[in-house]
């Protein structure tokens, strides 16, 4: 059974920074990705990476802003995010799958509120 459990979200001013993460147990080897959903919008992704962590891909709204990385001795991915913005405000969820898409497994998300 695959469970991943995110954390680290919060409130921010524009121009700051927050460092999300996602613990995942059950699987070691799925690639993982955050994807986010702001109210009233339809879920987007936001990055990916592989499993031994040498290849990851960034959506065009986070480029150069945001960054993922993972620890497989931890079995945790992160989300570096710097730069922030109000467009930014969503619901950021971890992902996982072995050979996406689809992504089947999920998080139940965390809250990012970036203030003006």
């Known amino acids: 059974q695959v469970q991943l459990v995110e954390s680290g979200g919060g409130l921010v001013q524009a121009g700051g920074s927050l460092r999300l993460s996602c613990a995942a147990s059950g699987h070691s080897t799925y690639v993982m990705a955050w994807f986010r959903q702001a109210p009233g919008k339809e879920r987007e992704f936001v990055a990916a990476?592989?499993?031994?962590?040498?290849?990851?891909y960034s959506g065009d709204s986070v480029k150069g802003r945001f960054t993922i990385s993972r620890n497989n001795a931890k079995n945790t991915v992160y989300l570096q995010m710097n730069s922030l913005k109000p467009e930014d405000t969503a619901v950021y969820y971890c992902?996982?799958?072995?050979?996406?898409?689809?992504?089947?497994?999920w998080g139940q998300g965390t809250r990012v509120t970036v203030s003006s």
């Open positions: 990476i592989t499993w031994r962590g040498r290849s990851t």
């Open positions: 992902a996982a799958d072995p050979s996406p898409p689809p992504y089947n497994y």
